[in-house]
């Protein structure tokens, strides 16, 4: 076999190898949640996700904590947070009647303070550096408890849960690009083949 066909080999090899090697994900994105339970205990989580921008309840979906929440006409409505709240057949048990209502208030650090969020967590938009929070407590919209003020840094500084996109796979165009490449590289080795075959004739 000629120096040309020993090259051409070589680089498909090559070209082989780093076709299969698998892309790293690249979770550059983070959003901080922070869940209050109402009775004194906190949870903080920091997520990393790859696209642009999620909903608010993605964020805490993603978080690793054990989420139930309720599709409803308006949206969705979060029931239970690691076992605090309501059941998803009875998503409001705790808002039955009298001046008292329980239920999770969604809310957004601003400038260092928490604002109750009046659209719903499936509608809101989350991008890096954004703080969530969630309470489980009574009150309405201008009297819910907020959460303890937290910095996206004081979160994010420690373990990230990666939460890759639940959207389906899409494939690179390099991928095709690399597939071109091998079958061009196919072709030449063939061809010196066989016109080596025929000198040889």
Known sequence: MGRRALFLLFALVALSVVAGAPA???????VAVVVAYGDGQTAARCIAFSEPQISGLEALSRSGLAVENEVQAGGAAVCRIDGVGCAVDDCFCACRGGD???????????????RYSVAGAGQSR??????????????????APPP????????????VVA??????????????????????????LALL?????RSEA
């Open 24 to 30: 790293a994900a690249e979770d550059d994105n983070r």
């Open 100 to 114: 008292e209502c329980r239920y999770w208030s969604y809310w957004q650090l601003r400038d260092g303070a928490w």
């Open 126 to 143: 989350v991008v890096d550096g954004a703080v969530e929070g969630w309470v489980w407590g009574a009150g309405s919209v201008t009297e």
């Open 148 to 159: 303890p003020v937290v910095s996206f840094d004081e979160i994010c500084s420690g373990a």
């Open 163 to 188: 939460s890759p996109s639940p959207a389906a796979p899409t494939v690179a165009w390099s991928s095709y690009g690399l597939f071109a490449g091998v079958l061009l590289l196919l072709g030449g």
């Open 193 to 197: 083949v066989r016109r080596r075959a």
